[in-house]
């Protein structure tokens, strides 16, 4: 098999993740070529900040997951999409992936949201906030790198939970929190939630070899075993007497 062939088939086996990232490519290509006004414009129009949200939401959480802000971070996202989307959407199938990934963009936006906005009308930040710059793909890639946990088989899988978990939570208890860090939370804590999409489905490994426990003699100490098969023990047969 080509690498040609072997690309096709990886492509074909996760369709979702890549007919995502190629729309995220044109995306950037969009606000790569953009004026800078129209930038400003087009990011704040695709944005799912406040302001966003309480004019048209269902358009702001849906537009929102197609752009990056930064068009230079799309191969670090392309990457990323490999990694975590593409093994993810592989593993548990195209509808089982996007429900994931969907309810955790749209749970982290909104709960991320509202809590801006409580700290709005608490005083603790500006009202300017209401429309900063809310857009990116990164709540769905939270949320796959959460539930790709259950694909690692243990030990293992205790030791990717938490570099997942210092990752996305160390942001929260250093003090320089974000309403940003505080969504991608969200989206792990949500795939991390859909462990009973994963029922059935196969893990990751190594290979575990039979273990061959020593045979010990009458002293304690172990006696070597042949790998030769021991012979046959010979079956006595009583010859039958004629009549």
Not at 93 to 110: E, I
Not at 151 to 161: E, F
Not at 189 to 200: E, F, H, I, Q
Request: charged share 15%; net charge positive; glycine share 8%.
């Amino acid at each position: 098999m080509t690498a040609a062939d072997r690309i096709r088939r990886w492509v074909c086996s996760s369709p979702g993740t890549h007919i995502w990232l190629l729309i995220i490519g044109i995306t950037s290509l969009v606000i790569a070529a953009a004026s800078e006004g129209l930038e400003t414009f087009l990011l704040h129009r695709t944005s799912s900040n406040i302001h966003a949200l309480t004019k048209h939401p269902l358009q702001s959480l849906l537009i929102s997951g197609f752009w990056i802000e930064s068009p230079s971070s799309f191969l670090l996202y392309a990457v990323l999409f490999e990694v975590f989307h593409a093994n993810v959407e592989r593993w548990l199938g195209t509808l089982r992936w996007l429900v994931t990934v969907a309810v955790a963009h749209v749970a982290a936006t909104l709960v991320s949201q509202e809590v801006l906005l409580l700290s709005i009308q608490e005083h603790a930040v500006p009202r300017s906030m209401k429309h900063v710059v809310d857009i990116g793909v990164s709540y769905g890639l939270a949320a796959s790198a959460g539930v790709l946990a259950y694909r690692v088989a243990r030990p293992w899988r205790w030791v990717y939970l938490l570099a997942v978990t210092l990752f996305f939570g160390v942001p929260l208890v250093t003090g320089g929190t974000t309403y940003t860090d505080l969504g991608h939370a969200i989206a792990v804590a949500v795939g991390l939630a859909c462990w009973p999409l994963t029922r059935g489905r196969g893990t990751w490994g190594p290979v575990r070899w039979p273990v061959r426990w020593p045979v010990r003699g009458p002293t304690g100490k172990p006696v070597g075993v042949s790998r030769t098969a021991a012979p046959e023990r010979p079956r006595s047969r009583r010859s039958r007497s004629s009549p």
